[in-house]
């Protein structure tokens, strides 16, 4: 098996790069039971380029993930809001090369200290215009596949062939989920490209402008998957469940702040609504149930969760 290192100067030779120019100025890894990820920022004495090698899961992720930020890419083109441009890659290493853009991720201001509502708003403007570019199309909202799938789940655990922490609890807000659905049955939303992974680590601000990374998904969905991700991503790190008002999943004052940047839809769209709480559930449902296989993060997280959806399903 190659070296990273060789990986990097064998793709950089690809899109004109000499490698030997370059060394590694920033570098992070995302490893856990699921994933290895490492990406790398390569730096020559006037230029940067993004370096991103996929190590784990060995599937066909990476094509999709590939295919679907040059979709991107080209559809949004735009200045403020934007996505890298990939210069070289390799389906076999499972790596590309991508231009650097300036910015720190949207996770990285908040830990700074960053105005929560101001943050959310610069996110929201950037997930509105990458929905706006793959050119939206209203939907009548149908919770009935994701009421399904929360319905499955439950029936998994019945039949002990799925672990959850807390499973009495669990059951009865998946219940409650489940009864749900109706009330967001039948309205409309819109339809659009889907990020796949919205998060508040895959969103970059810098100022005015703004960029989008780490896409896994190639389908269109309606843009309440995108938003409740970002949104619950963000509640499940930040917020404080006690400040929430029953029956609400987000802090009103964050939802507002995020709502002022995306225009696409508002606060009361049926799949924001509904897709916050089937989120949350699979949020918890992701946790390992015995606390043994958990990490310390792990098991703060659960607890948040826990008090999240005593918000959320009163």
Request: proline share 5%.
């Amino acid at each position: 098996m190659e070296r990273t290192e060789e990986v990097w100067a064998r793709i950089a030779a690809d899109c004109g790069i000499e490698a030997s120019r370059y060394h590694v100025r920033r570098e992070w890894r995302k490893r856990d039971a699921r994933r290895d990820h490492l990406v790398q920022i390569y730096a020559s004495s006037d230029h940067e380029v993004v370096f991103k090698q996929i190590y784990r899961p060995k599937d066909e992720g990476f094509a999709t993930a590939l295919a679907a930020q040059k979709r991107a890419c080209v559809a949004m083109g735009g200045d403020s809001a934007s996505v890298p441009r990939v210069l070289a890659a390799s389906s076999k290493d499972r790596a590309m090369i991508m231009a650097a853009v300036p910015g720190e991720t949207a996770q990285a201001h908040l830990e700074a200290g960053g105005d929560a509502a101001e943050v959310l708003e610069r996110a929201g403007r950037w997930i509105a215009a990458f929905h706006r570019a793959s050119g939206p199309e209203a939907r009548t909202f149908q919770p009935r596949f994701m009421r399904d799938h929360i319905a499955h789940l439950l029936g998994q655990l019945d039949r002990n062939e799925i672990a959850v922490a807390n499973p009495r609890l669990f059951k009865r807000h998946a219940g409650d989920c489940i009864a749900l659905a109706s009330n967001f049955e039948g309205r409309e939303t819109m339809s659009s490209a889907t990020h796949g992974d919205m998060n508040l680590r895959n969103i970059l601000l810098d100022g005015p402008k703004s960029a989008g990374i780490d896409f896994t998904a190639l389908h269109s969905a309606p843009v309440g998957f995108d938003i409740a991700r970002l949104l619950l991503h963000f509640t499940g790190l930040h917020a404080d469940p006690a400040q929430i008002p029953e029956g609400h999943v987000v802090p009103p004052e964050a939802l507002a702040g995020f709502f002022r940047g995306y225009t696409l839809v508002g606060p009361e769209d049926p799949s924001v609504g509904y897709l916050l709480r089937v989120r949350l559930l699979m949020d918890w449902v992701s946790i390992p149930a015995r606390l043994r296989d958990r990490s310390f993060a792990a098991t703060l997280r659960l607890e948040r969760l826990r008090r999240l959806a005593s918000r959320a399903f009163p």
